[in-house]
């Protein structure tokens, strides 16, 4: 399981080592323990860039996912999932909102991301499929949050 961390922004502080554990948890819950993956934790300004490049929406978000399993190339190396790109800043904002840790709201995001390199779809599938990545999302922050997150 080879996963790649990298954390371009300095808004947040982030626990690389526990992020690639959480990330390491949740490939091995979906059955990916093989699965390899590139994680990169930015600011709303890269993010946005990225957003407004490749999805053409122009605005920051929370989360984009870069699935290698997807379109020309597939199968090519199937072990390499694809690319978790998150905000630091939003993720920041909404755990607040929230009032949760932030770390709580970058371990979902995490978890989002990853389902989405795995074929989970919430966006462009059917309404049983949203149904199905939100039960499944539901089902390993459960264990996220006793494992990573107990206080």
């Keep these: ?3 790649h961390i990298e954390n371009r922004q300095k808004s947040q502080k982030v626990k690389t080592p526990t ?3 959480v990330a390491q948890r949740i490939l ?3 059955g990916c323990p093989d699965g390899e993956l590139s994680v990169v934790i930015v600011d ?3 993010i946005r860039t990225l957003n407004r490049d490749y999805l053409q929406r122009d605005r920051s978000t929370n989360v984009i996912s870069f699935p290698m399993q997807e379109g020309e190339g597939t199968g090519i190396q199937p072990a ?3 690319d978790v790109v998150i905000s630091a ?3 920041a904002r909404d755990a607040q909102e929230a009032g949760l840790p932030f770390e709580s709201e970058l371990y979902f ?3 989002h991301g990853i389902l989405h390199l795995c074929g989970y779809d919430h966006e462009r599938g059917t309404e049983a499929e949203a149904l199905h990545m939100e039960a499944k999302e539901r089902e390993i922050f459960a264990v996220l949050q006793r494992e990573f997150l107990a206080t």
């Design 28 to 30: 091995s819950a979906l």
């Design 80 to 82: 390499v999932l694809g």
């Design 44 to 46: 709303d300004g890269e």
């Design 19 to 21: 992020l690639r554990k």
């Design 1 to 3: 399981m080879k996963i």
């Design 89 to 91: 800043d939003t993720a």
């Design 109 to 111: 995001l995490l978890l």
